[in-house]
Structures are given as structure tokens and as C-alpha cells.
């Protein structure tokens, strides 16, 4: 009897690499929605194009825009729910599910959902906003993640100066403000990739992977 044929084992070298996650924190609804409903889009499309990934609330509104901006342009989206199933996402929420490449269904509701989206980004971009919004900024801010804010959205993006102000308190995230997205994400990514090669997050040699193909 015929011993079986062993598959063969490839060596294949493979380079780690990093991905940046930038997170669009923005209004579901209201005001800012009306006016800056073209500028998410933009902010969305320039992650893209950049290279890095797009996270949202996998909500309505700007944070939509900015995914359909990102997806329309080849990029990769990653929605966090607050609902628990897909069915709750649509039904019980509300919420969309398209323009995204995965969406993760936390069941945390939105307060809980804020703190797993910020915490799974490396940068948060906030774009005019309402409480929600306010949320996501202070817990990225207390986490001294890397901030983008979109100047002259309104909403809690311009009130942003004015809440730091007051709060008095020492800043240790690296915030940058700027109208046009281009610019604003070239600073956000330009900042990050400082920061991981400072910290040796890039120094990762060449591995190999064994793997079974035949």
C-alpha cells in the first residue's frame, strides 16, 4: 500500500507592517451634518489614499459620509456597533450597514462602543460633532492618542480650543487642526509614523512562516 504523498512545507518571509487606524468621530444628525456632509466624504477618501484604515461607529450621518468616501475609493472601513447582532444594528438602532468592510458587533450600547472605537484606533479625527463626539475626543485625549480636528465645522470640533482651555489641564496628545482633510490626514499619519519609529515599532525584522500548500 502506497504511502501518502506529504505535502510540502514552504519557507515563505513575510515583512510585519503597521497599518494605521484612524478613527472619524462625527455627528449622526443635526446641523453639522448638513454642512459638512462633503467634507466627511473628503476625510474618508484621503484615509484611503493615504494608505490607512478607516474606523467609525458604524452610524448615520458624517461618520456614513466618510466611509462611502473611503469605500469609493478602494479603502478599508471597520464599524464599531453598539448593538449586540447585525439584527439590533438594523432593526433596534437603526444604523447602516453598508461602505464597510467589517462591522463589530460590540453590544456595549453607545458609551461602550465609544471607548472600544477609540481605544482600537491610533488616531481620532473629529469632525463637527455633538455629545457623542465630545465622548470619543475626551477618551482618545485621556489615552494621549494623536488627534486631528477639522477646523470651522463647528459642532464640538471648534469647541474643542475653548474645552481645553478650561479644563487647565496638562496635554500630552499631539492635536492638530487644519480645514483642508488632505493636509490634516497627511499631519495625523505624519505624526504616527514619527512616534512608531521613535518607539521602534518599525524595527521588525523579516520573519518566515511555514506553510502547507499542495
Do not use: W
Amino acid at each position: 500500500m502506497a504511502k501518502p504523498k506529504k505535502k510540502k512545507t514552504l519557507r515563505i518571509p513575510y515583512q510585519l507592517e503597521h497599518q494605521y487606524k484612524i478613527c472619524v468621530s462625527g455627528a449622526a444628525a443635526g446641523d453639522t451634518l448638513r454642512q459638512d456632509a462633503d467634507l466627511a466624504y473628503e476625510l474618508g477618501r484621503q484615509i484611503a489614499l493615504q494608505g490607512a484604515i478607516l474606523l467609525t461607529g458604524a452610524t448615520t450621518g458624517l461618520p456614513f459620509f466618510a466611509a462611502k468616501g473611503n469605500f469609493e475609493c478602494g479603502g478599508m472601513a471597520i464599524g464599531f456597533s453598539p448593538a449586540a447582532t447585525i439584527k439590533d444594528h438594523v432593526n433596534g438602532y437603526k444604523l447602516p450597514v453598508a461602505y464597510h468592510d467589517v462591522i463589530v458587533y460590540t453590544g456595549f450600547d453607545y458609551t461602550g462602543r465609544n471607548l472600544l472605537l477609540t481605544r482600537a484606533a491610533d488616531a481620532v479625527i473629529t469632525i463637527g460633532g455633538r455629545m457623542g463626539s465630545l465622548n470619543e475626543f475626551t477618551i482618545a485625549f485621556e489615552d494621549h492618542k494623536t488627534l486631528g480636528i477639522m477646523a470651522g465645522s463647528g459642532g464640538i470640533a471648534d469647541e474643542i480650543p475653548h474645552l481645553l482651555h478650561t479644563a487647565n489641564k496638562e496635554i500630552k496628545s499631539k492635536i492638530f487642526y487644519g480645514t483642508e482633510p488632505k493636509i490634516l490626514v497627511e499631519k495625523v499619519i505624519a505624526s504616527l509614523h514619527e512616534e512608531y519609529q521613535k518607539n521602534g515599532y518599525f524595527n521588525l525584522k523579516a520573519l518566515e512562516r511555514t506553510s502547507s500548500r499542495g
